[in-house]
């Protein structure tokens, strides 16, 4: 069965990048027709769609911060990335990664990492 | 402010049946499916209904989801303390290009 897991550093400095990293485990990444996306939660709010990516290297992003992602994909280590530039305090958030189906059938997701933006 | 909209929070007591509603438009739920995504408190979300009224291998089938046009549905019978959560819908929007999320109803089980 598959699972996701994200990885990264849970403090970025204002203005400087975000990266985060999401394993999968269970089944090869390339296997079977799907994308892999990353979604954001900020406290106490709503989730947001980030961005997703075929293993092709196909991508879309949320055209709300496309200008600062990007999503890359590393199919030998059988992962998949996220950079987001110029962060500020609004990046705060818990990110998730999931696998998508199809146009919003995220199944299944990781248990999410919390990113605060702070000096 | 969320492009698909559902009402902040829902309430019942157990055993009822309640709804939540998620209302879009033409480029989003009238055009794709809907999915909906349970979120306990603390966890991440959990994928509860896909294309629009199926449901996956685990989830009761006290959960049913419904769609009409550009508005959808979820609906939970037989309510339990454990429902007590965060529901949100979702779909693909071909105008944006991308996922969009309603923003979430918490359902409280008084």
């Known amino acids: 069965q598959v699972q996701v897991q994200e990885s990264g550093p849970g403090l970025v400095k204002p203005s400087q990048t975000l990266s985060l990293t999401c394993t999968v485990s269970?089944?090869?990444?390339?296997?079977?027709?799907?994308?892999w996306s990353w979604i954001r939660q900020p406290a106490e709010k709503g989730l947001e769609w980030i961005g997703r990516i075929y293993t092709s290297g196909s991508t879309n992003y949320n055209p709300s911060i496309k200008s600062r992602v990007t999503i890359s994909v590393d199919t030998s280590k059988n992962q998949f990335s996220l950079e987001l530039s110029s962060v500020t305090a609004a990046d705060t958030a818990v990110y998730y990664c999931?696998?998508?189906?199809?146009?919003?059938?995220?199944?299944?997701w990781g248990q999410g990492t919390l990113v605060t933006v702070s000096s | 402010q969320s492009v698909l909209t559902q009402p902040p929070s829902a309430s019942g007591t157990p055993g009822q049946r309640v709804t939540i509603s998620c209302s879009g438009s033409s480029s989003n739920i009238g055009s794709n499916y809907v999915y909906w995504y349970q979120q306990l408190p603390g966890t991440a979300p959990k994928l509860l209904i896909y294309r629009n009224n199926q449901r996956p291998s685990g989830v009761p089938d006290r959960f049913s989801g419904s769609k009409s046009g550009t508005s959808a549905s979820l609906a939970i019978s037989g309510l339990r303390s454990e429902d007590e959560a965060d529901y949100y819908c979702a779909a693909w929007d071909d105008s944006l290009g991308g996922v969009v999320f309603g923003g979430g109803t918490k359902l409280t089980v008084l």
């Open positions: 999931a696998r998508d189906k199809a146009f919003s059938w995220f199944d299944p």
């Open positions: 269970g089944g090869s990444i390339s296997s079977g027709s799907y994308y």
